[in-house]
T-cell receptor
C-alpha cells in the first residue's frame, strides 16, 4: 500500500535561518502530494499541494517541488519566523485508494528567537 | 465559511462505555472523513462517507461505526470504549475527487479511563 516517510520528528532552528523538512513517499500510482500545517490547538490546514513533476509550488513563503524520480516532496523556506513553529504533515492521495490521505508521522518545527 | 466543527473538544469516557463524536460542515462537501491521531503517529483514516456511502478501513472495520443523517453532519460511534481508543479524532470534509483539499476540524481529544 501507499506510505509517506518524514524522517525528522523535531527540527529546532533560530529565526531567520532556512529550513527543509523531508518527505518521501511510496505508491504505484500517480499521486497528489500535500503539506498540511497544524498550529497548537488548531485544525490542520493545507499549506501546499502538487501533482506536477518537477514544478515548484509556493505559498506563504514555503515552497516544495514534486520529484517523481526520487519520490520526494520536501518542504522548504528560506527564512523561518517564530510563527512558523507548528507541526507539519506530508500526505499523499491517489485515485486507486479513493482519494483518502495517507499521512506521514509529522515533523515539529520549533523556531527560537 | 470553511470551518469544520467538532463536538465535544474533549471527551472523557469509561472503559466499556459508548462514545459518540459529532462533526459538522457547511461547505456542502460530498465527502466526510474521520481520522485517529495518536502521539508520534501519523493520522490514520478510520472511515469516510462519500455522499451516503460509508467506507470503512479494513483494519478498523469492527471498531467504529458512523452515520451521516444529512450532508452537513457526520458522527463517529464507539460501542464499547477500550484504553486503546484514547486518541485525537479529526474530522475532515472535501469535495470528492483527486487533489481536492481536505478541511479539518480542530479535533476531539478522547481519553478512556
Amino acid at each position: 500500500g501507499d506510505s509517506v516517510t518524514q524522517t525528522e520528528g523535531l527540527v529546532t532552528l533560530t529565526k531567520g535561518l532556512p529550513v527543509m523538512l523531508n518527505c518521501t513517499y511510496q505508491t504505484t500510482y500517480s499521486p497528489f502530494l500535500f503539506w498540511y500545517v497544524q498550529h497548537l490547538n488548531e485544525a490542520p490546514k493545507l499549506l501546499l499541494k502538487s501533482s506536477t513533476d518537477n514544478k515548484r509550488t509556493e505559498h506563504q513563503g514555503f515552497y516544495a517541488t514534486l520529484h517523481k524520480s526520487s519520490s520526494s516532496f520536501h518542504l522548504q523556506k528560506s527564512s523561518v519566523q517564530l510563527s512558523d513553529s507548528a507541526l507539519y504533515f506530508c500526505a499523499l492521495s491517489e485515485r486507486n485508494m479513493g482519494y483518502k490521505l495517507t499521512f506521514g508521522t509529522g515533523t515539529s518545527l520549533l523556531v527560537d528567537p | 465559511d470553511t470551518t469544520v466543527k467538532q463536538n465535544p473538544r474533549y471527551k472523557l469516557a469509561r472503559v466499556g462505555k459508548p462514545v459518540n463524536l459529532i462533526c459538522s460542515q457547511t461547505m456542502n462537501h460530498d465527502t466526510m472523513y474521520w481520522y485517529q491521531k495518536k502521539p508520534n503517529q501519523a493520522p490514520k483514516l478510520l472511515l469516510f462517507y462519500y455522499d451516503k456511502i460509508l467506507n470503512r478501513e479494513a483494519d478498523t472495520f469492527e471498531k467504529f461505526q458512523s452515520s451521516r443523517p444529512n450532508n452537513s453532519f457526520c458522527s463517529l460511534y464507539i460501542g464499547s470504549a477500550g484504553l486503546e481508543y484514547s486518541a485525537m479524532y479529526l474530522c475532515a470534509s472535501s469535495r470528492g475527487g483527486l487533489g481536492y483539499e481536505q478541511y479539518f476540524g480542530p479535533g476531539t481529544r478522547l481519553t478512556v479511563l
